[in-house]
């Protein structure tokens, strides 16, 4: 996920309509990890093999050792989801109109690659790759897709940007693993420097020329991944101890109307989910919440409460943590937008509201992680692996 573009994740759009390629993509992602989840505690099976040796052949390259095979099934999982959206999308074109339900079963029909028909037809057949228990997500993902509002959806997608509008969110959002492990690719020094190259995806990462160094940042990365992850907690984050700066963050000031009707989200033509204005108020810190030290600078200077309702608010969301951004969305907005009491038509629930507390305080550990990831990356560039001499 892009690292944080896996953060629309299914907590956000559960239940909402989708309309925006990225959207799509992300949700589609989610689902993905989880064949993968499945495919990688799997045992082997005799047709995993055949798939493995038609993969190997249409890649021109062997899965070999531990590394090759979770990148084996990794692939597998890319290569059906890939196979699915792009059969809906030939299922749309050849009726835009239509008001039947997609099928992804249907895939192995409307798609003309002979590997991914054969992998479909596999994945449904109880005796080859049924064992996998993919139908089951794949269900899910043909049900994502059903809820998507086409004409607004196509309106946005346009084929010849397919690759920067949906595969490559996908693929971040999927196995952004390279970018998480070396945790480079969340160094906003890296960002800066590599903009084009991340735009046409060919990131340019740069590979440190020691152990110590490479272990050094796969841990960095580690506890970058950690904080994406949001259906795992995270010690001195969003259980256990929390440091000072995070403890009094983006608290509930009251549970007794969880209805969100401060206007954070509206519907707009043809099903489409627009954000609106909301209600926050910006004001300076109380002592109890100010931050100490760099800190400050790195949540921002002002703080803001956030309401749901005229009766309750979470109080002491940091400036740089409302203003987070992923992939082009303010993501506390983003999932504000989506839980209007007029779209969701009920309230939140408590464990609803405990997750925008949850992720305010995901978003500011990000944040304040800042100077260890500028300082990797500066270690890493001073002394990355040179590419082997051509010719």
Request: aromatic share 10%; hydrophobic share 40%; net charge neutral.
């Amino acid at each position: 996920m892009n690292p944080l573009e896996a953060y629309p994740k299914r907590v956000l759009l559960h239940a909402a309509p989708l309309n925006n390629p990225r959207e799509v993509a992300f949700f589609l992602a989610s689902s993905a990890r989880d064949a993968r989840a499945r495919v990688e505690h799997a045992d082997d099976l005799p047709a995993l093999s055949a798939v493995r040796a038609a993969l190997e052949e249409a890649l021109g390259m062997k899965f070999e050792g531990e590394k090759g095979e979770h990148f084996f099934r990794s692939t597998l999982v890319q290569t059906l989801f890939y196979g699915v959206f792009s059969a809906w999308v030939l299922w749309h074109k050849e009726k835009p109109a239509r008001s039947d339900a997609f099928d992804w079963r249907a895939a192995a029909w409307t798609l003309h690659v002979p590997m991914i028909q054969s992998l479909f037809e596999q994945v449904a057949t109880p005796t080859k790759l049924g064992p996998l228990d993919l139908v089951e997500v794949l269900d899910w993902t043909a049900a994502a897709l059903n809820r998507v509002h086409r004409p607004a959806f196509f309106e946005k997608f346009l084929e010849s940007h397919a690759v920067q509008y949906f595969y490559e969110p996908f693929l971040q959002a999927f196995d952004s693993e390279l970018r998480k492990q070396l945790g480079i690719g969340f160094s906003p020094a890296y960002l800066t420097e590599n903009t084009d190259g991340i735009r046409e995806d060919w990131p340019r990462i740069p590979l440190p020329n020691s152990k110590t160094a490479l272990l050094a940042s796969a841990a960095l990365g580690r506890q970058v991944a950690t904080l994406l992850n949001t259906e795992e907690s995270v010690e001195g984050v969003t259980k256990g101890k929390l440091p000072s700066e995070l403890k009094t963050m983006a608290v509930l000031s009251s549970t007794l109307n969880l209805s969100l009707t401060a206007g954070w989200g509206h519907a707009g033509q043809g099903g489409v989910t627009l954000p609106g204005q909301g209600k926050l108020l910006t004001r300076p810190y109380r002592p109890e919440e100010q931050p100490q030290g760099p800190p400050l600078n790195l949540l921002g200077k002002s703080t803001h409460d956030i309401y749901l309702n005229d009766a309750a608010c979470w109080r002491n969301v940091p400036a740089k943590v409302w203003d987070f951004t992923v992939g082009g969305y303010q993501v506390m907005k983003k999932w504000l937008s989506y839980r209007e009491h007029r779209l969701l038509g009920r309230a939140l629930t408590p464990d609803e509201a405990r997750e925008v507390t949850h992720t305010a305080r995901r978003l500011a550990a990000l944040l304040l992680l800042t100077p260890a990831l500028e300082a990797n990356y500066a270690t890493a560039k001073a002394s990355a692996t040179p590419l082997p001499a051509q010719g």
